[in-house]
């Protein structure tokens, strides 16, 4: 499956195990660790981009892949792929949504709140596993919306 935006600027190309995400010039490769739900290029797309400071990436994988996911619960919600970069520090969760105003929904509801509640504090994977200042999101339109 490829996932292209409606601006023109990313192309991810998805297979079972492996992800390909095209910007610009630029192409990084990612192994995934995590899959869920059907993806079609049609909706609203998060690449939350996570940098994972070096030796922490099997806790990182550990305590993000045994979580309580409320995801799948949640109205609009498509699906969810974990990826590791073939090289570098950073991590991609990709999900897709309906549209923006279903990611938003999430975004302020009591399951997101649920799912975030440790961050930022002392047993929150953002405080040695994970470097906040370094991690970022992208979000965009799929072309066929």
């Known amino acids: 499956m490829i ?3 409606a601006e023109g600027n990313y192309e991810i190309i998805l297979e079972d195990e492996k992800t390909a995400v095209q910007h610009g010039s630029e192409e990084t490769h990612y192994t995934v660790i995590e899959s ?3 993806v079609e ?5 998060v690449l939350n981009n996570i ?3 070096e030796g922490m990436e099997s806790p990182f994988e550990a305590r993000f892949l045994n979580r309580q996911s409320n995801l799948s619960s949640v109205d609009g919600f498509k699906a969810i792929r974990v990826m590791k970069a073939a090289s570098g520090p950073y ?3 990709l999900t897709l949504w309906e549209d923006e105003e279903a990611f938003h929904g999430w975004q302020e509801s009591k399951q997101y709140g649920d799912t975030h509640r440790k961050r930022g504090t002392q047993s929150g994977l953002d405080r040695e596993v994970v470097d906040r200042e370094q991690s970022f999101n992208v979000r965009f339109h799929l072309e066929n919306e």
């Open 3 to 5: 996932l292209k935006d």
């Open 36 to 38: 869920s739900g059907e």
């Open 51 to 53: 940098y994972v400071n």
């Open 91 to 93: 991590y991609v969760i």
């Open 41 to 45: 290029n049609r909706g609203y797309c």
